[in-house]
């Protein structure tokens, strides 16, 4: 009933939704496999038909080194889509990858370095330094910085924090031997000081998990993003690539709202 309610208001959204010609859209997936037991889980069907849809929308998928550049010149968004991963896991080389090199899109994995090969608690498998050379290799995708633990930044001390995003930096850098531009704050949790130290580090850019689009007046050290997960069907990612999610933020934050009072 959930579903059908919110698919209904995505539908409805997108009668009254302006045109996202001005703004981007930052999508975030984590796992693309079989897996009904991790919410952040999108199968690789269901990738692959996401994927089509971008192809066959007339809208550019583009890196997020040129979402930031074209940021940083105030040049238009043009309804730009970009298309992001966090925490690295194995099958976004087995699943994700092959879709992404046969349309030619440009996508980030943001990695916590010191999980690395490793599973996590429900025994999926992350990505190997060699997977995470090839892929860097082919040119497509840019590997980049998530910390080092993954633990929830805010709650760290400024040296904790430091060591946390500069190591992660670091150990990027040494394996791949590129410069690290942009980060993602893990579980979308900083504070003020934790964008300070991403600023401090040379970081150009950070991504939260917040949703909405990407405008000439968004701060670069708090991009919003749109996760794409295994409730997300293709009313909702249409809406999640176009001026509707903007529209379903404000009405969640109406709601939110009005039931303090």
Known sequence: MKTFLKDT?????????PRIADRASILMYHSVGDRADYFNNVSPRAFERQMAYLA????RVISFA???RRLDRRETLDGAIVITFDDGYEDNYVNAFPVLKSYGFPATIFVATDLIGDADKRGIQRLS?????????SGLIAIEPHTKSHPKLSQLDERATREEIQ????????????????FAYPYGNYNDMTVRIVQESGMAAACTVEEGTVSAESDPYRLPRNSVDRS????????KVSRVIDLYVRIKKFRRRANRF
């Open 232 to 239: 997300t069907n293709m009313a909702q990612f249409r809406g």
């Open 167 to 182: 190591g992660s930096m670091m150990a990027i850098e040494d394996l791949l031997g590129k410069k690290t531009t942009v």
């Open 9 to 17: 208001l995505f539908r409805l959204l997108s009668l009254v939704a």
């Open 56 to 59: 066959h929308s007339g809208r």
């Open 66 to 68: 040129e979402l930031v």
């Open 129 to 137: 330094p060699a997977q995470l050379r090839e892929m860097h290799a």
